[in-house]
């Protein structure tokens, strides 16, 4: 007869969130150089990206707190192939960016894969057998395999961090919710180019009793994490 998993109960609105660590898995949405640095995809929409940066050391904690607690570790990234077969028009040609996906920008082509612009910022880098998942939408499970990748591995629980809160990280939490994951936002590990957005995006996801999911601020996950 097999053990049954640990449970860890976190504090966390709009109440407890439990989880073992051997059904969940950490995912971190997008902290790429192109939605993070001057000159690439966000930027060229017309943001201002340093907001963004604030939440780098709050990611790290909680990355290097999970590793070491031996959970499953997913990042994902937000790209294109290079020759746009995977890169609906109706996205390339909205709006009037600076550069469009695909021009050549300072840190390469915007939103190509393979370009540097492309890449997860170096404090976030994926370690050896660490997921990454390279989608072309918004969330994280459309035209992806991360479906089956957590089935594989019998995840049922997403802990979820990255960038922008009410964009590709929404979008995942509500994909992942109909699929029958319970997510737990981290609150001080998601940021927005929108301040007021990030604060609404939290607001809609932990209301009416956790319709798409839970948050918490990083301590408290941090705090019920074996050391
Ligand atoms: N523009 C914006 O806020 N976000 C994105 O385009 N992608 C992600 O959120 N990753």
Request: hydrophobic share 40%.
């Amino acid at each position: 007869m097999s053990a049954e998993p640990v449970l860890l109960t976190v504090p966390a609105q709009p109440f407890e969130y439990r989880f073992s660590l051997a059904h969940t898995a950490l995912v971190i949405i997008d902290m790429q150089r192109d939605f993070i640095e001057p000159g690439g995809f966000g930027e060229t929409l017309g943001n201002d990206v340093s907001l963004l940066a604030a939440i780098v050391p709050t990611v790290q904690r909680v990355l290097a707190a999970w590793r070491a607690s031996g959970g499953c570790v997913i990042h994902t990234r937000e790209g294109h192939a290079p020759d746009l077969s995977d890169c609906p028009p109706a996205k390339r040609l909205r709006g009037e960016p600076k550069l469009r996906i695909g021009d050549e920008g300072p840190m390469g082509r915007i939103l190509i894969q393979g370009e540097p612009g492309h890449a997860i910022i170096p404090e976030l880098a994926p370690t050896d057998g660490e997921v990454v998942i390279d989608k072309p939408g918004k969330g994280a499970f459309y035209g992806t395999g991360l479906g089956e990748v957590l089935e594989a591995r019998g995840i049922t629980h997403l802990i979820v961090m990255g960038v922008t809160t009410e964009v590709c990280v929404q979008t995942t939490l509500r994909e992942a919710n109909d699929r029958g994951y319970d997510c737990l936002l981290v609150e001080d590990g998601t940021e927005s180019y929108f301040p007021a957005f990030k604060e609404a995006a939290l607001a809609m996801i932990r209301a009416q009793g956790a319709i798409v999911g839970w948050t918490a601020p990083s301590a408290s996950l941090l705090a019920v994490l074996p050391t």
